[in-house]
């Protein structure tokens, strides 16, 4: 009788926790329904924060340059390369002589091909004079035909780059003289400084002056003279040097192709552009002034010492 009652209260007592246990898991049931419920749906939030930026982005557009209207759209692939060929000036038409031929072409926009002298910048500083000879100098152009020329002070030199430039000067009595920079005036000539040949200065004042006050800018200047093609004594396939004569403005820099692209050669403190292991001697040269334009020339043979017109100039600025 004692184990029956056991058995009882042992049923019982199991019946009790399964019902307990039920009711626990259907207040669970209720409670996971209702955090459901009352969340927001997570793929339309995902949705939401990938489209945010994009719109945002339509919004803020690309700096323009002045009188251009900004676009609305992001550039395709396509429209941005039609872009850069709009912007890209095309090769005029191609001049050739019996010894030469050239491409001019505007280089692709740079930061100023221009050293120390920069176009339109009035300098400061002193004339002094010199005697010139034959007026050859520094620059290795040789005997000059034309006395109107000067010698630049080293450090506007700038190892032979402002060889050729045309420089307009003024004096503080108004009298003024265009000479073409032929040569170098060593130290202790001055920032600024030009020496100056005893004819030129004499369109300031007089020689026997020996230093006057002066201002001086860069010229592009009109000219008759067009572009010849020297390479140096000494140059063959496997070593040369060549230089360009006879330019309206500064040379930035001169190339020649090679069988792996065009090649930048360097330039010497004598105004000659060195090729030291013959790469590109005799082949197709390429040179650009300060304001970005560039002239591809064909048919300079390699023969030392000999110059070769080209009847290209550069445009005047």
Not at 92 to 97: H, I, Q, R
Not at 109 to 116: F, P
Not at 169 to 195: F, H, K, M, W, Y
Request: charged residues 15%.
């Amino acid at each position: 009788m004692q184990e029956t009652r056991q058995a009882a209260r042992h049923r019982k007592r199991r019946r009790g926790l399964m019902t307990g246990t039920t009711a626990a898991l259907i207040i669970a049931g209720l409670l996971v329904w209702l955090v459901v419920t009352m969340q927001p749906d997570s793929k339309t939030d995902a949705r939401r924060a990938t489209a945010t930026p994009v719109a945002d982005s339509q919004k803020t557009l690309p700096p323009t340059s002045p009188g251009q209207k900004p676009s609305t759209a992001s550039p395709s692939p396509a429209s941005a390369t039609g872009t850069a060929s709009a912007t890209t000036p095309k090769a005029s038409a191609t001049t050739s002589t019996p010894q030469s031929s050239a491409t001019p072409r505007r280089a692709p926009a740079t930061a100023s091909l221009a050293g120390r002298i920069r176009p339109k910048v009035t300098y400061q500083g002193v004339a002094t004079v010199y005697k010139a000879g034959t007026g050859d100098g520094a620059c290795s152009y040789g005997p000059s035909s034309d006395m109107m020329i000067a010698a630049m002070n080293t450090t506007d030199y700038e190892t032979s780059k402002a060889c050729g430039a045309y420089v307009l000067v003024r004096a503080a009595n108004g009298a003024s003289v265009t000479v073409r920079i032929t040569n170098e005036c060593p130290l202790p000539c001055a920032p600024g400084q030009l020496d100056l040949s005893e004819q030129a200065f004499a369109k300031l004042a007089a020689p026997s002056t020996g230093r006057i006050a002066i201002t001086w800018s860069l010229l592009s200047p009109s000219t008759s003279d067009t572009i010849s093609i020297r390479y140096k004594t000494g140059s063959s396939p496997y070593w040369c040097a060549i230089q360009a004569i006879g330019h309206r403005n500064p040379l930035a820099r001169l190339e020649v192709r090679t069988s792996s692209g065009w090649r930048q050669l360097t330039r010497t403190g004598y105004n000659y552009f060195l090729s030291p292991d013959g790469s590109g001697c005799g082949g197709a040269i390429r040179i650009t002034d300060i304001y970005g334009e560039r002239l591809t020339i064909n048919g300079i043979t390699l023969r030392p010492e000999a110059v070769q017109p080209t009847r290209l100039q550069f445009a005047r600025h």
